[in-house]
Protein backbone atom coordinates (compact mmCIF):
# COMPACT_ATOMS: atom_id res chain seq x y z
CA UNK A 1 0.00 0.00 0.00
CA UNK A 2 2.37 2.40 0.95
CA UNK A 3 4.94 1.91 -2.40
CA UNK A 4 1.79 1.98 -4.45
CA UNK A 5 1.01 5.61 -3.05
CA UNK A 6 4.59 6.70 -2.94
CA UNK A 7 4.49 5.91 -6.89
CA UNK A 8 1.86 8.56 -7.85
CA UNK A 9 2.98 12.30 -8.36
CA UNK A 10 1.63 14.37 -6.05
CA UNK A 11 -1.36 12.71 -4.33
CA UNK A 12 -2.43 16.18 -3.04
CA UNK A 13 -2.66 19.12 -5.59
CA UNK A 14 -1.60 22.72 -4.19
CA UNK A 15 -5.09 24.06 -4.41
CA UNK A 16 -6.42 21.32 -2.02
CA UNK A 17 -3.30 21.97 0.41
CA UNK A 18 -4.51 25.67 0.36
CA UNK A 19 -7.94 24.47 1.31
CA UNK A 20 -6.96 22.28 4.48
CA UNK A 21 -4.35 24.54 5.48
CA UNK A 22 -7.43 27.18 5.55
CA UNK A 23 -9.86 24.28 7.61
CA UNK A 24 -7.20 23.06 9.40
CA UNK A 25 -6.87 26.93 10.45
CA UNK A 26 -10.67 26.91 11.29
CA UNK A 27 -10.32 24.00 13.43
CA UNK A 28 -7.39 25.05 15.24
CA UNK A 29 -8.05 28.87 16.35
CA UNK A 30 -11.01 28.26 18.43
CA UNK A 31 -8.33 25.37 20.25
CA UNK A 32 -5.59 27.66 20.60
CA UNK A 33 -7.58 30.82 22.00
CA UNK A 34 -8.95 28.84 24.47
CA UNK A 35 -5.62 27.33 25.29
CA UNK A 36 -4.33 30.59 25.74
CA UNK A 37 -7.23 32.24 27.58
CA UNK A 38 -6.96 31.02 30.39
CA UNK A 39 -3.66 32.76 31.10
CA UNK A 40 -4.11 36.29 29.36
CA UNK A 41 -6.23 39.27 31.63
CA UNK A 42 -9.73 39.70 30.86
CA UNK A 43 -9.13 43.32 29.05
CA UNK A 44 -6.17 41.25 26.65
CA UNK A 45 -8.51 38.99 25.46
CA UNK A 46 -10.07 41.80 23.63
CA UNK A 47 -7.22 43.92 22.31
CA UNK A 48 -4.59 40.73 22.36
CA UNK A 49 -6.86 37.86 20.60
CA UNK A 50 -4.40 36.03 19.04
CA UNK A 51 -0.81 36.77 20.60
CA UNK A 52 0.64 35.17 23.67
CA UNK A 53 -0.10 36.60 26.77
CA UNK A 54 1.67 39.24 28.20
CA UNK A 55 2.44 36.72 31.43
CA UNK A 56 2.56 32.83 32.18
CA UNK A 57 0.85 33.45 35.68
CA UNK A 58 -0.95 29.99 35.71
CA UNK A 59 -2.85 31.44 38.66
CA UNK A 60 -6.34 30.16 37.65
CA UNK A 61 -4.90 26.61 36.41
CA UNK A 62 -3.43 26.31 40.19
CA UNK A 63 -6.52 27.71 41.89
CA UNK A 64 -8.36 25.16 39.66
CA UNK A 65 -7.07 22.66 40.56
CA UNK A 66 -6.96 23.61 44.07
CA UNK A 67 -10.30 24.08 44.15
CA UNK A 68 -12.93 21.22 45.29
CA UNK A 69 -14.97 21.12 41.85
CA UNK A 70 -12.21 19.94 38.75
CA UNK A 71 -11.11 16.72 40.57
CA UNK A 72 -14.39 15.11 42.00
CA UNK A 73 -16.68 16.07 38.68
CA UNK A 74 -13.52 14.57 36.78
CA UNK A 75 -14.12 11.51 39.13
CA UNK A 76 -17.00 11.30 39.16
CA UNK A 77 -17.11 10.98 35.44
CA UNK A 78 -14.53 8.44 35.20
CA UNK A 79 -16.04 6.39 37.48
CA UNK A 80 -19.25 6.19 35.52
CA UNK A 81 -17.72 6.17 32.46
CA UNK A 82 -15.49 2.78 34.02
CA UNK A 83 -18.57 1.60 35.19
CA UNK A 84 -20.38 1.84 31.87
CA UNK A 85 -17.72 0.36 30.04
CA UNK A 86 -17.31 -2.70 32.19
CA UNK A 87 -20.97 -3.52 32.47
CA UNK A 88 -21.38 -3.12 29.08
CA UNK A 89 -18.76 -4.93 28.01
CA UNK A 90 -20.05 -8.04 29.68
CA UNK A 91 -23.47 -7.46 29.21
CA UNK A 92 -23.69 -7.04 25.41
CA UNK A 93 -20.71 -9.72 24.94
CA UNK A 94 -22.39 -12.50 26.54
CA UNK A 95 -25.97 -11.69 24.64
CA UNK A 96 -24.09 -11.78 21.19
CA UNK A 97 -22.30 -14.88 22.09
CA UNK A 98 -25.55 -16.82 22.86
CA UNK A 99 -27.44 -15.16 19.58
CA UNK A 100 -23.99 -15.65 17.64
CA UNK A 101 -23.15 -19.38 19.09
CA UNK A 102 -26.21 -21.17 20.46
CA UNK A 103 -28.49 -22.32 18.55
CA UNK A 104 -32.57 -22.05 20.25
CA UNK A 105 -35.75 -20.87 19.10
CA UNK A 106 -36.32 -17.02 18.89
CA UNK A 107 -32.98 -16.11 18.36
CA UNK A 108 -33.22 -13.76 15.14
CA UNK A 109 -36.36 -12.19 17.24
CA UNK A 110 -34.96 -11.74 19.84
CA UNK A 111 -31.75 -10.12 17.72
CA UNK A 112 -34.29 -8.27 15.58
CA UNK A 113 -36.13 -6.75 19.47
CA UNK A 114 -32.30 -5.41 20.54
CA UNK A 115 -31.74 -4.18 17.26
CA UNK A 116 -35.22 -1.79 17.56
CA UNK A 117 -32.75 0.35 19.69
CA UNK A 118 -30.40 1.16 16.48
CA UNK A 119 -34.05 3.05 15.44
CA UNK A 120 -34.30 6.12 17.46
CA UNK A 121 -32.16 8.15 19.92
CA UNK A 122 -32.10 7.42 23.94
CA UNK A 123 -32.99 11.45 23.59
CA UNK A 124 -36.82 10.50 22.61
CA UNK A 125 -38.17 8.88 25.70
CA UNK A 126 -36.11 10.60 28.25
CA UNK A 127 -39.09 12.14 30.20
CA UNK A 128 -40.92 8.82 31.01
CA UNK A 129 -37.17 7.45 31.87
CA UNK A 130 -36.87 10.26 34.69
CA UNK A 131 -40.11 9.11 35.69
CA UNK A 132 -39.36 5.46 35.68
CA UNK A 133 -35.55 5.58 37.66
CA UNK A 134 -37.77 8.56 39.77
CA UNK A 135 -39.98 5.43 40.68
CA UNK A 136 -37.41 2.76 40.93
CA UNK A 137 -35.13 5.23 43.27
CA UNK A 138 -32.07 5.79 40.68
CA UNK A 139 -32.55 9.53 40.92
CA UNK A 140 -29.21 11.26 42.09
CA UNK A 141 -26.88 7.98 41.52
CA UNK A 142 -24.04 7.59 40.16
CA UNK A 143 -25.32 3.52 39.47
CA UNK A 144 -28.74 4.70 38.10
CA UNK A 145 -26.88 6.28 35.24
CA UNK A 146 -24.29 3.89 34.74
CA UNK A 147 -27.30 1.30 34.28
CA UNK A 148 -29.52 3.26 32.32
CA UNK A 149 -26.39 3.82 29.70
CA UNK A 150 -25.44 0.47 29.39
CA UNK A 151 -28.62 0.03 28.43
CA UNK A 152 -28.78 2.53 25.57
CA UNK A 153 -25.25 1.08 24.64
CA UNK A 154 -26.69 -2.37 24.55
CA UNK A 155 -28.08 -2.35 20.89
CA UNK A 156 -24.89 -1.39 19.21
CA UNK A 157 -22.61 -3.25 21.62
CA UNK A 158 -24.42 -6.13 20.59
CA UNK A 159 -24.18 -5.19 17.12
CA UNK A 160 -20.54 -4.73 16.83
CA UNK A 161 -19.75 -7.90 19.30
CA UNK A 162 -22.32 -10.13 16.75
CA UNK A 163 -20.56 -8.95 13.59
CA UNK A 164 -16.81 -10.18 15.13
CA UNK A 165 -18.24 -13.45 16.69
CA UNK A 166 -19.62 -14.55 13.48
CA UNK A 167 -16.52 -14.02 11.62
CA UNK A 168 -14.86 -16.23 14.49
CA UNK A 169 -13.88 -19.77 12.63
CA UNK A 170 -16.88 -22.11 13.58
CA UNK A 171 -14.66 -25.51 14.18
CA UNK A 172 -13.06 -23.71 17.04
CA UNK A 173 -16.19 -23.79 18.70
CA UNK A 174 -17.23 -26.84 17.44
CA UNK A 175 -13.94 -28.46 18.40
CA UNK A 176 -14.24 -27.13 22.44
CA UNK A 177 -17.87 -28.56 22.27
CA UNK A 178 -16.78 -32.20 21.48
CA UNK A 179 -14.39 -31.89 24.06
CA UNK A 180 -17.02 -31.25 26.77
CA UNK A 181 -16.37 -27.99 26.88
CA UNK A 182 -19.66 -26.18 28.14
CA UNK A 183 -20.80 -22.65 26.52
CA UNK A 184 -19.83 -20.44 29.59
CA UNK A 185 -16.47 -21.91 29.42
CA UNK A 186 -16.19 -21.89 26.06
CA UNK A 187 -17.42 -17.92 26.06
CA UNK A 188 -14.66 -16.84 28.82
CA UNK A 189 -11.76 -18.88 28.06
CA UNK A 190 -12.25 -19.52 24.46
CA UNK A 191 -14.27 -15.94 22.45
CA UNK A 192 -13.13 -13.15 24.87
CA UNK A 193 -9.54 -13.73 24.37
CA UNK A 194 -10.01 -13.82 20.79
CA UNK A 195 -12.31 -11.15 21.24
CA UNK A 196 -9.84 -8.26 22.25
CA UNK A 197 -9.78 -5.63 19.49
CA UNK A 198 -13.93 -5.84 19.72
CA UNK A 199 -13.87 -5.09 23.26
CA UNK A 200 -11.51 -2.31 22.68
CA UNK A 201 -13.42 -0.51 19.95
CA UNK A 202 -16.55 -0.84 22.27
CA UNK A 203 -15.33 -0.01 24.96
CA UNK A 204 -13.56 3.26 23.82
CA UNK A 205 -16.73 3.88 22.03
CA UNK A 206 -18.45 3.54 25.72
CA UNK A 207 -16.05 5.27 27.26
CA UNK A 208 -16.07 8.52 25.07
CA UNK A 209 -20.03 8.27 24.57
CA UNK A 210 -20.35 8.13 28.84
CA UNK A 211 -17.19 11.12 29.20
CA UNK A 212 -19.34 13.07 27.17
CA UNK A 213 -23.23 12.70 28.20
CA UNK A 214 -24.87 15.51 29.03
CA UNK A 215 -28.70 15.15 29.35
CA UNK A 216 -28.51 11.88 31.36
CA UNK A 217 -26.64 13.48 34.01
CA UNK A 218 -28.41 16.68 33.83
CA UNK A 219 -31.75 15.63 34.37
CA UNK A 220 -30.49 12.06 37.27
CA UNK A 221 -28.28 14.20 39.49
CA UNK A 222 -28.91 16.34 41.96
CA UNK A 223 -26.21 17.06 44.30
CA UNK A 224 -23.44 18.87 43.37
CA UNK A 225 -21.10 16.45 44.77
CA UNK A 226 -22.32 14.03 42.69
CA UNK A 227 -21.79 16.25 39.35
CA UNK A 228 -19.79 14.99 36.09
CA UNK A 229 -17.71 17.21 34.48
CA UNK A 230 -19.59 18.67 31.83
CA UNK A 231 -22.78 19.68 34.44
CA UNK A 232 -19.69 21.22 36.93
CA UNK A 233 -18.28 23.56 33.71
CA UNK A 234 -21.67 24.50 33.00
CA UNK A 235 -22.39 25.19 36.75
CA UNK A 236 -18.77 26.82 36.65
CA UNK A 237 -19.66 29.17 33.56
CA UNK A 238 -22.92 29.88 35.47
CA UNK A 239 -21.14 31.22 38.26
CA UNK A 240 -18.74 33.42 36.92
CA UNK A 241 -20.72 34.97 34.04
CA UNK A 242 -18.40 36.32 31.82
CA UNK A 243 -15.14 36.12 33.82
CA UNK A 244 -13.78 34.32 30.27
CA UNK A 245 -10.34 33.63 31.40
CA UNK A 246 -11.15 31.77 34.66
CA UNK A 247 -13.65 30.21 32.48
CA UNK A 248 -11.45 29.08 29.76
CA UNK A 249 -8.88 27.54 32.33
CA UNK A 250 -11.02 25.21 33.34
CA UNK A 251 -11.63 24.76 30.13
CA UNK A 252 -8.87 23.83 29.12
CA UNK A 253 -8.21 21.57 31.92
CA UNK A 254 -11.08 19.57 31.46
CA UNK A 255 -10.90 19.02 27.90
CA UNK A 256 -7.18 17.95 28.13
CA UNK A 257 -7.15 14.50 29.40
CA UNK A 258 -9.86 13.56 27.11
CA UNK A 259 -7.90 14.83 24.00
CA UNK A 260 -4.62 12.62 25.54
CA UNK A 261 -7.32 9.77 25.91
CA UNK A 262 -8.24 10.49 22.01
CA UNK A 263 -4.82 11.13 20.75
CA UNK A 264 -3.86 7.57 22.21
CA UNK A 265 -7.13 5.64 21.60
CA UNK A 266 -8.28 6.95 18.48
CA UNK A 267 -7.91 4.22 15.85
CA UNK A 268 -10.52 2.31 18.30
CA UNK A 269 -12.73 4.87 17.93
CA UNK A 270 -12.64 5.78 14.17
CA UNK A 271 -12.66 1.25 14.10
CA UNK A 272 -15.90 1.77 15.90
CA UNK A 273 -17.21 4.41 13.81
CA UNK A 274 -16.85 3.45 10.78
CA UNK A 275 -17.12 -0.56 11.31
CA UNK A 276 -20.28 -0.23 12.77
CA UNK A 277 -21.68 2.61 10.44
CA UNK A 278 -21.17 0.24 7.39
CA UNK A 279 -22.36 -2.93 9.17
CA UNK A 280 -24.95 -1.52 10.46
CA UNK B 1 -21.21 -31.82 15.47
CA UNK B 2 -24.66 -33.74 14.35
CA UNK B 3 -26.42 -32.21 17.34
CA UNK B 4 -25.75 -28.73 16.56
CA UNK B 5 -26.42 -28.96 12.47
CA UNK B 6 -29.36 -30.20 13.07
CA UNK B 7 -30.67 -27.90 15.17
CA UNK B 8 -29.33 -25.19 12.74
CA UNK B 9 -31.62 -27.28 10.30
CA UNK B 10 -34.06 -27.56 12.32
CA UNK B 11 -36.70 -25.23 10.91
CA UNK B 12 -36.14 -25.29 7.10
CA UNK B 13 -36.33 -29.14 7.02
CA UNK B 14 -38.49 -32.36 8.68
CA UNK B 15 -37.18 -31.94 12.41
CA UNK B 16 -34.97 -34.59 13.79
CA UNK B 17 -35.70 -36.88 16.46
CA UNK B 18 -33.70 -35.44 18.97
CA UNK B 19 -34.36 -31.71 18.23
CA UNK B 20 -36.06 -29.55 21.05
CA UNK B 21 -36.96 -25.54 21.22
CA UNK B 22 -33.69 -25.70 23.29
CA UNK B 23 -30.67 -28.04 23.81
CA UNK B 24 -30.76 -28.70 27.36
CA UNK B 25 -26.76 -28.51 27.92
CA UNK B 26 -27.49 -24.89 26.39
CA UNK B 27 -30.24 -24.10 28.74
CA UNK B 28 -27.86 -22.70 31.84
CA UNK B 29 -25.78 -20.87 29.51
CA UNK B 30 -28.71 -18.68 27.72
CA UNK B 31 -30.34 -18.06 31.15
CA UNK B 32 -26.92 -16.67 32.14
CA UNK B 33 -26.41 -14.76 29.56
CA UNK B 34 -29.77 -12.89 27.79
CA UNK B 35 -31.81 -12.07 30.54
CA UNK B 36 -29.03 -8.78 31.37
CA UNK B 37 -29.61 -7.16 28.56
CA UNK B 38 -33.09 -8.02 27.27
CA UNK B 39 -34.14 -6.58 30.65
CA UNK B 40 -31.99 -3.61 30.87
CA UNK B 41 -33.29 -2.70 27.28
CA UNK B 42 -36.62 -3.74 27.95
CA UNK B 43 -36.52 -1.42 31.00
CA UNK B 44 -35.11 1.72 29.94
CA UNK B 45 -35.16 2.11 26.54
CA UNK B 46 -38.30 0.35 24.71
CA UNK B 47 -40.89 0.81 28.05
CA UNK B 48 -40.01 4.96 28.27
CA UNK B 49 -41.19 4.86 24.90
CA UNK B 50 -44.36 2.87 25.52
CA UNK B 51 -45.00 5.14 28.60
CA UNK B 52 -44.10 8.08 26.63
CA UNK B 53 -47.14 6.98 24.33
CA UNK B 54 -49.26 6.59 26.70
CA UNK B 55 -48.55 9.92 28.53
CA UNK B 56 -48.84 11.94 25.56
CA UNK B 57 -53.19 10.61 25.80
CA UNK B 58 -53.46 12.40 29.26
CA UNK B 59 -53.13 15.33 31.45
CA UNK B 60 -50.15 14.38 34.10
CA UNK B 61 -47.79 16.83 35.87
CA UNK B 62 -45.79 13.20 36.99
CA UNK B 63 -47.47 12.63 40.87
CA UNK B 64 -50.24 10.93 41.27
CA UNK B 65 -52.70 8.42 39.51
CA UNK B 66 -53.05 9.14 35.91
CA UNK B 67 -56.69 9.72 35.21
CA UNK B 68 -57.01 12.98 33.07
CA UNK B 69 -57.55 11.80 29.58
CA UNK B 70 -57.33 14.17 27.24
CA UNK B 71 -57.53 12.14 23.60
CA UNK B 72 -55.36 14.02 21.54
CA UNK B 73 -54.98 17.67 22.75
CA UNK B 74 -51.45 17.43 23.94
CA UNK B 75 -50.63 16.57 20.12
CA UNK B 76 -52.71 19.62 18.94
CA UNK B 77 -50.99 21.92 21.53
CA UNK B 78 -47.28 20.45 20.43
CA UNK B 79 -48.00 20.96 16.86
CA UNK B 80 -49.92 24.84 17.56
CA UNK B 81 -47.17 25.94 19.77
CA UNK B 82 -45.44 28.66 18.03
CA UNK B 83 -41.79 27.45 19.07
CA UNK B 84 -42.38 23.75 17.79
CA UNK B 85 -42.78 25.23 14.41
CA UNK B 86 -39.51 26.77 15.11
CA UNK B 87 -37.69 24.17 16.68
CA UNK B 88 -38.93 21.73 13.45
CA UNK B 89 -37.66 24.35 10.83
CA UNK B 90 -34.21 24.55 12.89
CA UNK B 91 -33.56 21.21 12.71
CA UNK B 92 -34.68 21.51 8.69
CA UNK B 93 -31.73 23.92 8.48
CA UNK B 94 -29.15 21.73 10.09
CA UNK B 95 -30.03 19.03 7.98
CA UNK B 96 -29.73 21.17 4.82
CA UNK B 97 -26.32 22.77 6.21
CA UNK B 98 -25.37 19.59 6.93
CA UNK B 99 -25.93 18.36 3.66
CA UNK B 100 -24.94 21.64 1.30
CA UNK B 101 -21.74 22.77 3.11
CA UNK B 102 -20.36 20.32 5.59
CA UNK B 103 -20.91 16.83 3.69
CA UNK B 104 -19.54 18.41 0.22
CA UNK B 105 -16.44 19.82 2.52
CA UNK B 106 -15.73 16.77 4.21
CA UNK B 107 -15.81 15.02 0.88
CA UNK B 108 -13.38 17.63 -0.11
CA UNK B 109 -10.97 16.96 2.91
CA UNK B 110 -11.86 13.17 2.79
CA UNK B 111 -10.41 12.91 -1.42
CA UNK B 112 -7.38 15.00 -0.20
CA UNK B 113 -6.75 12.91 3.19
CA UNK B 114 -7.47 9.16 1.65
CA UNK B 115 -3.61 8.69 1.06
CA UNK B 116 -1.31 7.89 3.77
CA UNK B 117 1.57 9.86 4.94
CA UNK B 118 2.70 11.69 7.86
CA UNK B 119 1.55 15.09 7.76
CA UNK B 120 -1.69 13.99 6.12
CA UNK B 121 -2.12 11.45 9.61
CA UNK B 122 -1.58 14.66 11.60
CA UNK B 123 -4.15 16.57 9.45
CA UNK B 124 -6.79 13.84 9.64
CA UNK B 125 -6.39 13.70 13.77
CA UNK B 126 -6.62 17.85 13.66
CA UNK B 127 -10.27 17.41 11.76
CA UNK B 128 -11.63 14.61 13.75
CA UNK B 129 -10.34 16.13 17.03
CA UNK B 130 -13.64 18.47 17.66
CA UNK B 131 -16.14 15.62 16.85
CA UNK B 132 -14.23 14.20 20.22
CA UNK B 133 -14.74 16.77 22.32
CA UNK B 134 -17.89 16.65 24.28
CA UNK B 135 -20.95 19.11 23.10
CA UNK B 136 -20.91 20.86 26.26
CA UNK B 137 -16.87 22.20 26.15
CA UNK B 138 -17.34 23.13 22.36
CA UNK B 139 -20.34 24.50 22.92
CA UNK B 140 -18.28 26.86 26.10
CA UNK B 141 -15.67 27.24 23.27
CA UNK B 142 -17.99 28.68 20.81
CA UNK B 143 -19.82 30.93 23.08
CA UNK B 144 -16.07 32.05 23.99
CA UNK B 145 -15.87 32.87 20.37
CA UNK B 146 -18.78 34.78 19.70
CA UNK B 147 -18.86 36.79 23.26
CA UNK B 148 -19.85 40.27 22.37
CA UNK B 149 -17.48 41.72 24.63
CA UNK B 150 -14.22 39.65 24.79
CA UNK B 151 -14.70 36.86 22.12
CA UNK B 152 -12.98 36.37 19.27
CA UNK B 153 -14.92 37.57 16.65
CA UNK B 154 -15.70 41.25 18.33
CA UNK B 155 -12.15 41.33 18.31
CA UNK B 156 -11.61 40.02 14.65
CA UNK B 157 -14.61 42.86 14.02
CA UNK B 158 -12.34 45.96 15.74
CA UNK B 159 -8.99 44.80 14.63
CA UNK B 160 -10.76 45.02 10.77
CA UNK B 161 -13.36 47.84 11.81
CA UNK B 162 -16.40 46.33 11.63
CA UNK B 163 -18.92 46.48 14.41
CA UNK B 164 -19.66 42.77 14.82
CA UNK B 165 -23.16 42.26 16.77
CA UNK B 166 -24.43 40.00 19.83
CA UNK B 167 -24.25 36.79 17.87
CA UNK B 168 -25.69 35.14 20.13
CA UNK B 169 -28.15 37.52 21.69
CA UNK B 170 -29.83 38.13 17.91
CA UNK B 171 -32.43 36.64 16.50
CA UNK B 172 -31.52 36.41 13.25
CA UNK B 173 -27.17 35.31 13.34
CA UNK B 174 -27.98 33.00 16.28
CA UNK B 175 -29.13 30.47 13.57
CA UNK B 176 -25.95 30.65 11.59
CA UNK B 177 -23.71 30.69 14.42
CA UNK B 178 -24.89 27.85 15.46
CA UNK B 179 -24.50 26.30 12.05
CA UNK B 180 -21.05 27.01 11.92
CA UNK B 181 -20.41 25.28 15.10
CA UNK B 182 -22.05 22.72 14.00
CA UNK B 183 -19.50 22.43 10.57
CA UNK B 184 -16.90 22.63 12.80
CA UNK B 185 -17.78 19.75 15.53
CA UNK B 186 -19.26 17.37 12.66
CA UNK B 187 -17.57 17.75 9.66
CA UNK B 188 -14.86 15.70 10.82
CA UNK B 189 -16.38 12.69 11.59
CA UNK B 190 -18.62 12.45 7.96
CA UNK B 191 -14.82 12.97 6.71
CA UNK B 192 -13.88 9.63 8.27
CA UNK B 193 -16.46 8.00 7.38
CA UNK B 194 -15.78 8.91 3.54
CA UNK B 195 -12.10 8.41 3.91
CA UNK B 196 -12.98 4.41 4.78
CA UNK B 197 -15.03 4.19 2.02
CA UNK B 198 -12.28 5.93 -0.09
CA UNK B 199 -9.58 3.30 1.32
CA UNK B 200 -11.75 0.34 0.41
CA UNK B 201 -11.63 1.43 -3.75
CA UNK B 202 -9.16 -1.35 -5.07
CA UNK B 203 -6.04 0.61 -5.97
CA UNK B 204 -6.11 -1.10 -8.95
CA UNK B 205 -9.29 0.77 -10.72
CA UNK B 206 -7.65 4.16 -9.81
CA UNK B 207 -4.65 3.40 -11.22
CA UNK B 208 -6.13 1.59 -14.40
CA UNK B 209 -8.20 4.69 -15.10
CA UNK B 210 -4.80 6.99 -14.72
CA UNK B 211 -3.00 5.20 -17.30
CA UNK B 212 -5.96 5.61 -19.67
CA UNK B 213 -5.20 9.52 -19.18
CA UNK B 214 -8.18 10.05 -16.79
CA UNK B 215 -8.07 13.62 -15.18
CA UNK B 216 -7.88 13.61 -11.74
CA UNK B 217 -11.29 15.35 -11.01
CA UNK B 218 -12.75 12.88 -13.72
CA UNK B 219 -11.60 10.19 -11.17
CA UNK B 220 -13.19 11.52 -8.16
CA UNK B 221 -16.25 12.27 -10.16
CA UNK B 222 -16.47 9.13 -12.26
CA UNK B 223 -15.22 6.85 -9.95
CA UNK B 224 -14.51 7.68 -6.17
CA UNK B 225 -17.84 9.12 -5.99
CA UNK B 226 -19.58 6.73 -7.06
CA UNK B 227 -17.72 4.08 -6.02
CA UNK B 228 -18.62 5.63 -1.89
CA UNK B 229 -22.22 5.69 -2.86
CA UNK B 230 -22.94 4.09 0.15
CA UNK B 231 -20.93 5.50 2.90
CA UNK B 232 -22.60 8.75 1.07
CA UNK B 233 -26.12 7.46 2.09
CA UNK B 234 -25.02 6.71 5.57
CA UNK B 235 -23.26 9.93 6.44
CA UNK B 236 -26.70 11.91 5.28
CA UNK B 237 -28.26 8.87 7.83
CA UNK B 238 -26.10 10.57 10.59
CA UNK B 239 -27.11 13.98 9.33
CA UNK B 240 -30.50 13.65 9.96
CA UNK B 241 -30.65 11.85 13.29
CA UNK B 242 -27.90 13.61 14.61
CA UNK B 243 -29.84 16.97 13.13
CA UNK B 244 -32.86 15.30 14.98
CA UNK B 245 -31.55 14.83 18.66
CA UNK B 246 -28.99 17.58 18.54
CA UNK B 247 -29.13 18.89 22.35
CA UNK B 248 -26.00 19.12 24.18
CA UNK B 249 -24.22 22.06 21.82
CA UNK B 250 -27.16 24.35 22.01
CA UNK B 251 -27.61 24.58 25.88
CA UNK B 252 -24.43 25.96 26.71
CA UNK B 253 -24.39 28.24 23.70
CA UNK B 254 -27.77 30.15 23.18
CA UNK B 255 -29.98 27.51 25.51
CA UNK B 256 -32.62 28.09 22.68
CA UNK B 257 -32.76 31.93 22.89
CA UNK B 258 -33.00 34.70 22.23
CA UNK B 259 -36.88 34.53 22.82
CA UNK B 260 -36.87 30.68 21.78
CA UNK B 261 -35.09 31.09 18.32
CA UNK B 262 -32.65 28.73 18.16
CA UNK B 263 -35.09 25.49 19.35
CA UNK B 264 -34.58 22.12 18.36
CA UNK B 265 -36.65 19.27 18.78
CA UNK B 266 -34.97 18.22 21.96
CA UNK B 267 -34.25 21.59 23.80
CA UNK B 268 -37.87 22.21 23.06
CA UNK B 269 -39.02 18.89 24.50
CA UNK B 270 -36.79 19.53 27.10
CA UNK B 271 -37.74 23.17 28.04
CA UNK B 272 -41.17 22.59 27.46
CA UNK B 273 -41.81 19.21 28.33
CA UNK B 274 -39.66 18.13 31.13
CA UNK B 275 -38.30 21.81 33.29
CA UNK B 276 -41.75 22.19 33.27
CA UNK B 277 -43.01 18.33 34.17
CA UNK B 278 -45.69 18.39 31.76
CA UNK B 279 -45.49 14.63 30.57
CA UNK B 280 -48.21 14.41 28.26
CA UNK B 281 -47.19 17.15 26.05
CA UNK B 282 -43.73 16.09 26.45
CA UNK B 283 -44.92 12.48 25.46
CA UNK B 284 -46.60 13.95 22.54
CA UNK B 285 -42.93 15.34 21.30
CA UNK B 286 -41.45 12.13 22.29
CA UNK B 287 -43.66 10.21 20.11
CA UNK B 288 -43.16 12.38 17.26
CA UNK B 289 -39.89 12.52 17.24
CA UNK B 290 -39.92 8.73 17.18
CA UNK B 291 -42.02 8.66 14.04
CA UNK B 292 -39.69 11.01 12.65
CA UNK B 293 -36.59 8.70 13.54
CA UNK B 294 -38.44 5.53 12.57
CA UNK B 295 -39.07 7.10 9.35
CA UNK B 296 -35.79 7.96 8.45
CA UNK B 297 -34.04 4.59 10.34
CA UNK B 298 -36.13 2.63 7.66
CA UNK B 299 -35.59 4.86 4.34
CA UNK B 300 -32.11 4.79 5.04
CA UNK B 301 -32.11 0.81 5.06
CA UNK B 302 -33.98 0.53 1.94
CA UNK B 303 -32.42 3.52 0.38
CA UNK B 304 -29.17 1.57 1.49
CA UNK B 305 -30.43 -1.51 0.49
CA UNK B 306 -31.20 -0.34 -3.26
CA UNK B 307 -27.63 1.46 -2.96
CA UNK B 308 -25.58 -1.63 -2.20
CA UNK B 309 -26.76 -4.02 -4.61
CA UNK B 310 -27.09 -1.91 -7.96
Known amino acids: ??????????????????????????????????????????????????????SWDPVRFVEILGGPRYFSSLGNSLLIALGTVVLSTLIASMTAFALAHIKFFGRNFIMGYLMLGLLFPSATGILPLFIKMRDLGMLDSHWGIIIVQVAFSVSFAVLLFHNFFKELPKELIDAARMDNCGYIRIYWYITLPLCLPIIATVGVFNFVGSWNSFLLPLIVLNSESKYTWPLG???????YGSDWPRILAFLTLSIMPAIAFFLLA???????LTGGAVKG | MTTLSNTANAGASVAPRRWRYVERKSLLPLLLFLPPALILFSLFVVLPMVDAATFSFFNWNGYGPITDFVGLENYADVLTHRNFGTAVRNSLIVVAVSLLIQLPLAMWCAIALAERSVSINVMRTLFFLPFMLAEVAAGLIWKFVYDGNYGLLPAVGSAI???????LGDKFWVIPAIMLVITWKYFGFHMMIFIAGLQSIPNEVI???RLDGVKRWQIVRHIKIPMIRSAIVISVFFAITGALQLFDLIIPLSNGGPSHSSHTIVTFLYQFGIL???????????????IACVIVALAYRRILFRVEHN
Open chain 2, 207 to 209: EAA
Open chain 2, 161 to 167: GVDMPFV
Open chain 1, 1 to 54: MAAASKKRRSPVSPLQWLTLLIVATFVIVPFYTTALGGFKEIGELRVNPFGLPA
Open chain 1, 233 to 239: IMQFQGQ
Open chain 2, 276 to 290: RMKLGFGGAVSVLLF
Open chain 1, 266 to 272: QRYVISG
